[in-house]
């Protein structure tokens, strides 16, 4: 166990839905990741949040958005789904911000757009 | 563009086999290089290399970097069914935020 919790573990709906997903990091640690992996592809970074703010962006689409609360855990949001967005959602916390410490992921929450 | 490339795409060995896997990057004003085993599920952390650190082990299981060549290798030996997994390799810089992943290794080891 890593000590970082997402929900839901799975979540099925249609195209055109919206959806939230949640992401508690381990205790003390200030930045959290989002990343996307579809079926036989790595992971995908989507956006990184440290200590409530956005800090970097990767293949993000416009469609998704995300925010870090001021307890530290974030939600990151889908808007009108399609199906290419079926896919594994991971969050990952770490105590610092720069790429020199381990990441620890939760346990993702898996998509399915129907 | 900063990329991560991970060969083999896929690998299958038997019980006892050596495995060598590999990552090769380029990205610019390289940080650290992680490696993680990914099962069912969420990847979990195996070892971060850095300009400091370019070696690593525990147990079976061996890292080292190349920061000249921009490569790290990942060794497994005597390997048990229980390596079967995915293999990703992460790469973080200096000065931005986000980790580069590669796309992976699959490893299948057979009994």
């Keep these: ?114 | 563009e900063d990329k991560v490339v991970q060969s083999p795409l896929s690998l299958v060995v038997h019980e006892g086999d050596t495995v060598t896997l590999n990552c090769s990057y380029e990205v610019t004003n390289f940080r650290s290089l992680l490696w993680y085993k990914q099962e069912k599920k969420a990847p979990t952390f195996l070892f971060m290399l850095t300009s400091s650190g370019i070696e690593k082990k525990s147990g079976r299981l061996s890292s080292i970097l190349d920061k000249k060549e921009l490569f790290s290798i990942l060794n497994i030996t005597a390997t048990q069914t229980g390596d079967s997994a995915v293999y990703l390799c992460a790469v973080g810089a200096s000065g931005t935020y986000k980790y580069i992943f590669g796309t992976g290794t699959r490893l299948k080891v057979l009994a």
């Design chain 1, 1 to 114: 166990d890593s000590g970082v919790t997402q929900t839901p573990k799975h979540l099925i709906t249609a195209t055109g839905q919206r959806v939230t997903l949640r992401c508690s990091p381990r205790s003390g640690d200030l930045s959290v990741y989002w990343y996307q992996q579809s079926l036989d592809q790595g992971l995908q970074f989507l956006i990184q949040y440290y200590n409530g703010e956005e800090r970097a962006k990767g293949n993000i689409l416009e469609r998704f958005s995300a925010q870090q609360f001021p307890d530290l855990h974030s939600e990151l949001n889908l808007s009108s789904l399609e199906l290419g967005d079926s896919a594994l959602y991971f969050c990952a916390s770490m105590r610092g911000q720069q790429g020199s410490d381990e990441q620890f992921f939760g346990p993702g929450t898996r998509l399915t757009v129907l």
